[in-house]
């Protein structure tokens, strides 16, 4: 697939993170806003994450200077999908405002390839009132996207398999780690994934069993520890099926089974306890603890991906 120009869509926290993406691994990246204040601002955002990866060695500072350059802003959506070969979509997760919008795209650029970067509403739905839905699926760029390797590339009930695979390959040109998820489901599947822990992790304190502060704990020094080094399923078959086997049967009959979000869960949002944006959630907050959390999140990512880029 002959990529040479990508335009990206939102100049919110993951817009610039894409467009930075792209613009390193060699190809002209047009950031899209509504405004030109917007789209200047969301370049200026491209490339501080830029000279952020250069200053920690996970880029070369002459690659990044030319990456830097290689970054434009735009106010007009459809020429800019007419220009590029691939325009990937990061605005508000509203279906409807996103149908919108890939309509203008579909009738204004007949030959791009039209990506969506959210993070659960069905691509399907999206591409529904689109002409061209074969050239239309989801490009899930996991937050922060310029740190962050996965991206889930999630086809739609007509999204041609030629398509989704060229996107997979270019993708993996720009370093990012690609999988393929065949099938357009709720949650796509990380999110399928992560939510299912978190509601088991929500029943847990609903329980009693364990405080949230000590269910974080669990998952950072135990499991989540592990998983960076080897999968669910690699796991799965050193242990022995027969012994997850065992472990799953006694267990799994405890788990919460509820349907939606829990009891707990549903309280908190009815008391406009929403997390670090309201000061409390299932922990309490201050904007220093929310910014110190995010920062010690990136910094190891940083270190991940440096010790991944030495092996």
Request: hydrophobic share 45%; proline share 5%.
């Amino acid at each position: 697939m002959e990529v040479h120009h990508v335009a990206v869509a939102g100049t919110g926290m993951m817009g610039p993170g894409i467009a930075a993406i792209f613009a390193l691994a060699g190809r002209r990246a047009t950031v899209v806003s509504r405004t030109p204040e917007g789209a200047a601002r969301g370049v200026g955002t491209a490339r501080s994450l830029i000279e952020q990866l250069a200053a920690n060695d996970l880029a070369d500072p002459d690659q990044a200077k030319e990456a830097a350059a290689r970054l434009d802003a735009s106010t007009d959506p459809e020429a800019a999908a007419r220009a590029a070969q691939l325009f990937v979509e990061s605005i508000p997760e509203d279906l409807a405002v996103k149908q919108a919008f890939f309509t203008r795209l579909d009738k204004a650029a007949p030959d791009t390839i039209l990506c969506s970067n959210t993070s659960g509403i069905s691509i399907t739905a999206i591409a529904a009132k689109a002409s061209r839905p074969e050239r239309i699926l989801t490009t899930h760029f996991w937050n922060p996207p310029y740190l962050m390797p996965l991206v889930e590339v999630i086809m739609g009930e007509r999204t041609s398999r030629q398509i989704a695979d060229g996107v997979v390959e270019l993708l993996r040109t720009c370093g990012k780690v690609p999988v393929l998820v065949r099938k357009d489901r709720p949650g796509q599947l990380g999110n399928r994934i992560q939510h299912a822990m978190i509601r088991e992790c929500v029943n847990i304190v609903q329980e009693g069993i364990a405080t949230a502060e000590d269910v974080d704990l669990a998952v950072m020094t135990g499991v989540g520890l592990r998983f960076p080094a080897y999968g669910v399923f690699e796991h799965a078959d050193l242990v022995g099926l027969d012994l997850v086997k065992a472990v799953q049967d006694y267990v799994l009959p405890d788990l919460g089974t509820v349907q939606g979000a829990g009891r707990l869960h549903n309280e908190k949002v009815a008391r406009g306890e929403l997390g670090a944006k309201t000061g409390r959630g299932f922990l309490d907050w201050t904007p220093q603890q929310a910014q110190e959390v995010r920062a010690r999140r990136d910094a190891f990512l940083i270190q991940f991906l440096r010790w991944e880029k030495a092996r």
